[in-house]
């Protein structure tokens, strides 16, 4: 079974904390998937539903101090009931303030995803990028060689995305190369994306699969995004952002398997 078709089946938990901006999208998007969103913020109740879900989904897009103590709760609890916890460090390098809240949940958090762009990865693991907001700024660097470092410091699978995707464990390293650039004129397809991730995570064995699982979440996010973008063509974002939710929903292991692009580059 493929672990696009173990999602659908285990319709897993999914607790998020995200931002303002892309709560009901992310929702939409795991409903459509086939798995089942839960966003809850309370101090008093995000340990409880963390412990019960099958992956944490921890967002930094509108922080403040409410949601930073909300997602540290949520993450100790996650990590102390072996809950796959999934950082999306948006914005991160744009304000010290998100820089050091990072950098402060990277110490007290064990990760199991990180997926941002290139310069929010970069500067989580201290090695700048310049960034314009919440979207990665211009750069010649190198990609892989930033994510397998942050794999390596973090001790976790970490996602880098754009035009191609870079998935490593810090020893094995795979690039994707579906998905569109309507993409980037949709507000949350990333942090939707990080959810979905988070979904793959929820549902692949400890130790044993989390690295291939994540992968397919990748080239899934990406199939979908292209045949939405092919059925919307003559129309814009707006077409796209429902048509994508669409196809969360229709891609099957059959078409996910006939235009996955994904190529191993490193280890065994
Ligand atoms: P940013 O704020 O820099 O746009 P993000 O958090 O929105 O970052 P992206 O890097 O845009 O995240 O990734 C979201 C999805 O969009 C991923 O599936 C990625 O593969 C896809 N994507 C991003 N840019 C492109 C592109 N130019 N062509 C194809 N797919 C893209
Ligand atoms: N501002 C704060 S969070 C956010 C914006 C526009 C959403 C960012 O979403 P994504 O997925 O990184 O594009
Ligand atoms: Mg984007
Ligand atoms: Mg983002």
Not at 94 to 112: D, G
């Amino acid at each position: 079974m493929s672990y696009l078709e173990r999602v659908r089946t285990q319709n897993p938990l999914i607790h998020n904390i995200t931002n303002i901006v892309v709560a009901p999208f992310t929702a939409n998007g795991l409903l459509a998937l086939g798995a089942s969103p839960f966003m809850a913020y309370a101090h008093e109740e995000v340990a409880d539903v963390a412990k019960m879900s099958g992956a944490v989904v921890l967002n930094i897009g509108t922080l403040e101090e409410r949601v930073v103590e909300a997602i540290r709760l949520a993450g100790q609890s996650a990590n102390a009931n072996n809950v796959p916890v999934v950082l999306d460090p948006v914005g991160a390098g744009a304000t010290a303030y998100r820089t050091e809240t990072v950098q402060m949940l990277i110490r007290e958090l064990r990760l199991t995803v990180l997926r941002g762009n290139v310069a929010e990865v970069s500067n989580v693991i201290g090695e700048s990028w310049s960034i314009k907001g919440v979207d990665a700024g211009q750069g010649e660097g190198d990609r892989i060689g930033i994510a397998e470092r942050a794999a390596q410091r973090l001790g976790c699978v970490v996602v880098i995305t754009g035009r191609e995707d870079v998935i490593t464990d810090g020893q094995t390293t795979f690039l994707t190369s579906n998905g569109h650039a309507l993409l980037t004129q949709v507000t949350g397809a990333g942090c939707l994306l990080s959810s979905v991730i988070g979904a793959f995570a929820a549902i692949a064995r400890p130790g044993e699969d989390l690295l291939g699982s994540v992968v397919e979440a990748l080239a899934f996010y990406g199939v979908a995004a292209e045949i939405a973008a092919e059925r919307t063509a003559d129309q814009g974002p707006g077409s796209f952002q429902i048509e994508l939710l669409n196809q969360l929903a229709q891609v099957t292991p059959d078409i996910l398997a006939e235009r996955a692009r994904v190529r191993q580059i490193d280890g065994g």
